[in-house]
Nanobody
Framework: QVHLVESGGGLVETGGSLNLSCAAS????????MGWYRQGPDDQRELVAA???????YYADSVEGRFTISKDNTLNLLYLEMTTLTPLDTAVYYC?????????????????WGQGTQVTVSS
């Protein structure tokens, strides 16, 4: 079992930046890939970014060039650096993990989910 806890959400103005963190605990040696999902006010869930076992990354078109995913394997931490935020980025952001090592396809399933952290971008 893997336990994921997100932090770093909050309120930011349009054009601002925010950094999210995710701490993994438990059976972390089983983790092959990690990522960030978000669920907006329309309840649509979207894989925002993911990183695989060898460091390959995936980004949704909507965040490409603005968000950066990274991980610290030593500390079992996952990060999401978000810049140039707009109200469309307002959502609950979830940290996810799975034993699968590859990040593709983006609509694949993930075994472990965090509780989520709210990101609100004001206009």
């Amino acid at each position: 079992q893997v336990h994921l806890v997100e932090s770093g959400g909050g309120l930011v103005e349009t054009g601002g930046s925010l950094n999210l963190s995710c701490a993994a605990s438990g059976n972390v040696v089983s983790i092959g890939s990690m990522g960030w999902y978000r669920q907006g006010p329309d309840d649509q869930r979207e894989l925002v970014a993911a990183v695989g076992w060898r460091g390959a990354t995936y980004y949704a078109d909507s965040v490409e060039g603005r968000f950066t995913i990274s991980k610290d394997n030593t500390l079992n931490l996952l990060y999401l650096e978000m810049t140039t935020l707009t109200p469309l980025d307002t959502a609950v952001y979830y940290c996810v993990a799975d034993s699968a090592r590859r990040v593709q396809p983006p609509d694949r399933s993930w075994s472990y989910w965090g509780q989520g952290t709210q990101v609100t971008v004001s206009s």
